[in-house]
């Protein structure tokens, strides 16, 4: 049976990160959500997101769908039935609201993954990565509000990203039973 791995947890806890890198993995794609919001340097169309205005948005049959920052995100029906069909693993990053409105229309064929990693860590990658305070405090209090900090309890599985990016991806394709476990003597 195919299968979809949602890739759940609090904001800068690698998830993205973690996906970019199961891409890279023959056999992974990724189910892609439509934005409404601007696309940004680096990003490309249908990799990162579909790109599209209002009304486009507004007609699209999304089996989840979210509001932040003045943009709507969602993922469309299609999308997630084309890609379960097609192919064999599929992944998606999504909050805890978009992970319950998939579990409801793909049943048995999603699997979480929570990304755990604590606060400290989270403050410390966002001020690396040159964020403002005010708008840190204000990812972290939505994350909080919609308990991204807790739905590890719900989560099939729990993989803590606190060492090497590599070592959590090789977690994670253990868990998709994509890679073999390292022997003793390798």
Do not use: C
Request: hydrophobic share 35%; charged share 25%.
């Amino acid at each position: 049976m195919n299968k979809v791995f949602a890739i759940i947890g609090p904001p800068a806890s690698g998830k993205s990160s973690i996906v970019k890198q199961l891409l890279k993995h023959s056999g992974i794609v990724a189910l892609v959500s439509h934005t409404t919001r601007p696309l940004h340097d680096g990003e490309k169309e249908g990799v990162n997101y579909y790109f599209v205005d209002n009304t486009t948005f507004s007609q699209l049959r999304l089996v989840e769908k979210v509001s932040y920052s003045a943009h709507l995100y969602g993922l469309s029906k299609d999308e997630v039935q084309t890609k379960v069909n097609q192919h064999p693993i599929s992944v998606v990053d999504v909050d805890l609201e978009g992970f319950e409105q998939l579990k409801k229309f793909l049943a048995e064929r999603l699997e979480s993954i929570y990304i755990l990693v604590d606060k400290d860590a989270i403050l410390t990658r966002y001020l690396a990565q040159g964020q403002n305070p005010e708008e840190i405090r204000k990812r972290l209090d939505y994350a909080e509000s919609q308990g991204e900090f807790n739905n590890w309890q719900s989560a099939d599985h729990v993989v803590k990203n606190t060492g090497s990016l590599d070592a959590t991806v090789r977690q994670v394709l253990a868990i998709m039973d994509l890679v073999e476990p390292k022997r003793p003597n390798d």
